[in-house]
């Protein structure tokens, strides 16, 4: 282990400071609702598209095309006061290891398996599935479970459609997407005449298997998921915009691109027809502790891949709060002590601006408890941790 690597693990009992990550698309348009400088959306550049997600204790680079840096998507940790002074995540996972993700993520996976991210648009997102395990195999990839919960304290507006689509209609057929999908290039394809949506409730979430074709809402979405940036999608216009071909067929192997089959095979047919997909999938919180001066609940649950919290300790409290794991965790409200760290929710970020509202939570430091205060007098301090796989307690 470098010395640097040492000092910053071991500076503030395993609990490192992050630094924004911010990620454009070119596809469709900003919620504007990611605490970013209104000038900054665009700090990347036109030929970039605006950015619109920001991305939490991640160790992999997003799918961005040839014009993307090669560390884009990457977390970087602060280990002094200038934000020149900064080494990947992914980096200091390697170095440190079990210490810092727990020795069972260490064995299984090699590194930090999951990340989250803010998406934000102001429009429903086009119509899409991740790829499940096997599928993502086959390109050298990961499959990507991911999950859904809308935090309130970043939903000052709706967008223009605040209701997410997830699968199809129960008395859909395959030949019906088949029909629709085969027509991708000669026209709206309309596929969306199919499914079935859901108004989307502000404090609550879903979680989305590999294999559902679904379109988030327009409202901010904390998205826990799996490492994996691995997509089709099957709407080939969507609010106006037209998704050529390849959105539908680049994350198959060369000789199935042209294969209807194949691209049909991606979806999981049994959970995108469920009678029962919200009684399945949606994810209501579960209210872990209330100790009167904090309180606790699990946001996202009930999958074998990710897990979330959200906790929130009132006014003028401090509190030590233990957890069976390490975790990536942002601040959405508030502002006190995380550890050794002072900590504050962003009011407005300039585009490469230092910030002390996200957090990576160590092994160690998780199961030893961490001390965090709220110093505000009137606002409750509010902050999403996501975990992977292995927090025995996850509903």
Known sequence: MSAITREVYEKNGGIL?????FVPRLFSSP???LRLAPDDYFALGTARGAIKERWFSSVITANNGPLAAADEGLSYVLYSAKKE???PLRDIVDEIGAPLIGSDLKEKYGTWPMYSKFFDYSVPLFHH????FDAAQRIDMLGKPEAYYYPPQ???CAGSMPVTYFGFDPDCTKDQVRERLIAYTKGDNRITELYRAYRIELGTGWYTPPGVVHAPGSFLTYEPQWNSDVNSVYENIATGEVYNRDFLVENLPANDQDNIDAIMDLMDWDANTDPHYKKHYFR????ERDEGSFIQKWVVYGNPYIGAKELTVMPGQSITIQDAGAYGCILTQGHGKIGGYNCETAGML???QLSADEFFVGHEAATQGVRITNDSLYEPLVMLKHFGPN???MP
């Open 17 to 21: 400071q992050l630094i924004p990550t």
């Open 129 to 132: 599935l991740h790829l499940d």
């Open 284 to 287: 209501p919180p579960i209210t």
């Open 31 to 33: 919620g504007r609702r």
């Open 85 to 87: 002074d900064k080494l």
């Open 391 to 393: 927090h025995p307690d």
């Open 350 to 352: 300039r585009f490469g």
């Open 154 to 156: 970043y939903n000052n």
